[in-house]
């Protein structure tokens, strides 16, 4: 039994020494420096410093998540749902692949993109005023907070419908053909039937857009406009402008103390699951 | 028979090998901060000047990133390699911003090597001797200078304004016509701040100059304050590019840009003849860059050479001045004599070298940089 249970520590130890280098051994260097001076004593100036100057950032990073998770979770869970519900099978079959591409696309590219489509004098205006929609006075720029969330959601888009659009394959087909012998609507199928079933996964997919979002510096620096900004673009300047890790590094942390409360959610979830299947 | 086929193989690819170290036995190590036109500047029209006139000598050229995160990242990777006691470090050359130049200098990271190339008497600007109230003489030879200065459409605005207080009055007569990045996205939108507080704050000459008065940042709350208000009545661009984007586009007539990237972009096509630059009073920055060579480089004599050959009067005048548009780092007289007239006209054309001299600052010494910076997020951004 003994040797078994070494065998298997030898098993995980190249995975758990990669953990250990690449990311425990930096968040707790990250987390020291945080609440440190170069001298060693412990402070709270550094944080005081981060709420001081960046609290409106902070605020506008939560707002920008949470919106982009609201639009995020309706989105995905209607296109899924046309997908696996709707008569139509060429329409399915378009949306699967369509919805699909912004996956292979990287955020920088996708940045990049949406900054000369969303401009005032982009492509999506031009597109509106050539078709005779607007006239030139009457368009506005995306640049800003509404560019920031429409370039997340296009980009996020794939990923989280990808995760719900699978989970709702992976149900019994017979539920959902039970309930429409039974004489329920497609969309009744959708609310009460399937999305009680698939609400870990959603939940899932959320929070996993939800760090991602948190992480990203291009969007809010190729398309966000001065102030206020997000936090990575914040953590950037401290470290850029004035080389103080210690600042980047407080805010690094109420970062990490919102995606913690998640990533709680995520690893209880995914410990259920397991637990349920043995 | 298979036998002896392998052994050919085998033997015709160490030969090749081989033969490949041979032509390569040095390399010498470039490292470039700044944006991508500057590396490209380095790896493409530089390196292979030095590797024709330089048989066996390979020009290995790294870029690290835009701004003065990029000379950080040379600093960083130098004192590493001090600290970890390397009898040679992997660094031949590099090319740092002014104020981490100082610094460099300061931490004993680099070599005096100015007195020691015959380009070195060429130079006639302060800043090759004072990099922001650090004194750098002998350790740095300017490769180029750059400059901030005010675009404008001419199709819209035929009387561009000629210092900060008629700019203040055109946007209010003007709302959301003036852009600028701020001062996370780019530091033409830095540029523009500490020109703003050049002229409603603490004059150039004091702020670019030791000694630092930690009192001085206290009286700049009004300055603040009025930038404020004028943020009310602009547009916010998103970067330096985004700056010569929107112009481009006619969403905003006039902003804050870098004078090269604006008539490279000008070259390419990207944003139409109609747009003009001013230099306003009482001034904005503008920054060199430096060749410098690490106390401990691998190759010292090549990397002297290397600079030699990039900081002569040819190189200068073909490379920096007609080539990427820059002000030219050694003396302009030196450089004048090797370009055609039409090329040195349209250097000189919108912004005349009387202007250059007059309003063309330095960049604040480091801590004042930092008040400047820190008194925007604090009293104007928040």
Known sequence: MRRTTSHFLWLIAPAALMVGIFFLYPLCFSLYSAVTLDSGELTLAHLNKAFELYSKDIIFTILIVLICVAILAVLSITIAGIITLSPFRTLSKTLGFLYRLPLFIPFIVTAQMMRTFLAKNGLMNNTFIASGLLTPMETVSFLGWSGIIITFVWKQLAFSTLLIAGAMAALDDSQIRAARNLGASRWRILLQIILPQIAPTIGVAMVLSTVTIMSVLSVPLMIGTGTPTMMTADMAFRINSYGDYHVANALGLVSYSICAVLAWFYLRQNLKEKGAQS | MFANTKMAVVATLSLTQLAVFAHAETTLNVVSAGSQNMVDYVKTYLAPKFEAAHPGVKVNVVGTGPGDAGSHKIMEKLSAQKDSGLNTWDIDVAVVHQQIGGELVKNGLLAT????????????????????????????????????????????????????????????????????????????????????????????????????????????????????????????????????????????????????????????????????????????????????????????????EFIELATSPEIQAEGIVKQFNWYPGIDANHVQGKLDQATWNKLFAEITPEDLSQYGKSFPIGPYFDDIKEGYERKVSN
């Open chain 2, 113 to 304: 090597y100015r007195q020691d190339i015959n380009t070195g008497k060429m130079v006639t600007r302060d800043s090759a001797v004072n990099a922001l109230g650090i004194n750098v003489d002998g350790y740095v030879m300017p490769m180029f200078h750059s400059q901030t200065a005010i675009a404008y459409n001419s199709d819209f605005v035929s009387n561009p304004p000629k210092s900060y207080d008629e700019l203040v009055t055109w946007t209010e007569k003007n709302p959301k016509a003036f852009g600028y990045n701020g001062i996370k996205n780019g530091m033409s939108g830095v540029s523009f701040v500490t020109g703003w507080i050049y002229a409603y704050g603490t004059d150039a000459e004091t702020l670019s100059a030791m000694p630092y008065d930690q009192n001085l940042a206290a009286s700049w709350d009004k300055a603040f304050a009025q930038l404020k208000e004028f943020n009310k009545n602009i547009t916010f661009t998103p970067g330096n590019a985004g700056t010569l984007d929107m112009l481009n586009r006619g969403e905003i007539f006039m902003g804050p840009v870098w004078v090269d990237m604006f008539y490279s972009w000008k070259e390419q096509g990207k944003i139409p003849p109609s747009i003009k630059l001013s230099l306003i009073a009482p001034g904005m920055p503008g920054q060199p860059m430096y060749y410098v060579t690490p106390t401990k480089a691998e190759h010292p004599e090549l990397a002297r």
